[in-house]
């Protein structure tokens, strides 16, 4: 099974720069995704990594270290609708996704 | 390009009532999913389908089951509603090749009284 640990609230000021933390424990890791929710809709995907390192996908980028259990999300030059929640999944060797009970970021003028 | 469908949007049901959460997709995916989403909990996997004809267990399985007759089409049924099943359903469908993501559906809010 997969244990996987992120913050549960973080505050920014628009402009600024957000790193949310996800740590997990797997007994078959194969990839990390990170979603974004509104309030009230349903996730969209953000980025997907399996290799260590980072994936930079304009303000959004995700790193991975594979042997220390650990991704991060980076939001960068914070806009208002970036206020949401970050979800951390890790996917097993079957395939199938476990969800982090996520990370709510507000965003302040 | 419609990608996932549900229905209802939402529902308020009496406790021991029959449902049946409705979940289709048009992008030809191999595997489909149904998710609940409580608050403080993250989403938690009920049922999966991995191809037509085929389903599996989750990590919250108990009290509902699911049929998968054809590709597009992933029904979620609760045989007798408790109150405890009150919350956020989400389908999910991915192709199961590459990255293999997975894409939501808008979800349906159930609530059970």
């Known amino acids: 099974g997969q244990n996987i640990d992120q913050p549960t609230e973080m505050t920014a000021t628009e402009g600024a720069i957000v790193q949310i933390n996800c740590t997990y424990q797997t007994s078959g890791f194969n990839g990390l995704f990170w979603y974004q929710q509104h309030a009230g809709e349903a996730p969209t995907f953000l980025s997907y990594?399996?290799?260590?390192g980072l994936e930079e996908k304009g303000r959004f980028s995700s790193f991975l270290s594979r042997s220390k259990g650990y991704s991060y999300l980076l939001l960068k030059e914070l806009q208002m609708k970036d206020s949401a929640s970050y979800l951390c999944?890790?996917?097993?060797?079957?395939?199938?996704?476990?969800f982090g009970a996520g990370t709510t970021v507000t965003v302040r003028a | 390009i419609a990608g996932i469908t549900q229905a209802p949007t939402s529902q308020i049901l009496a406790a021991g009532r029959r449902m049946t959460l409705r979940c289709t997709q048009d992008m030809r995916h191999n595997a489909m999913y149904w998710y609940r989403q409580d608050l403080g909990l993250g989403l938690r996997l009920i049922h999966y389908?991995?191809?037509?004809?085929?389903?599996g267990k989750g990590e919250v399985p108990d009290g509902y089951s699911v049929s998968r007759a054809n590709t597009d089409d992933f029904p979620l049924t609760l045989a007798s509603a408790v109150p405890s099943q009150t919350s956020v359903y989400f389908c999910?469908?991915?192709?199961?090749?590459?990255?293999?993501?997975?894409?939501f559906g808008p979800g349906t809010r159930l609530t059970v009284l």
């Open positions: 990594n399996v290799l260590d």
């Open positions: 999910a469908s991915s192709d199961l090749e590459g990255a293999d993501t997975q894409y």
């Open positions: 999944a890790v996917r097993d060797k079957d395939y199938k996704l476990s």
């Open positions: 389908s991995n191809t037509a004809g085929t389903t």
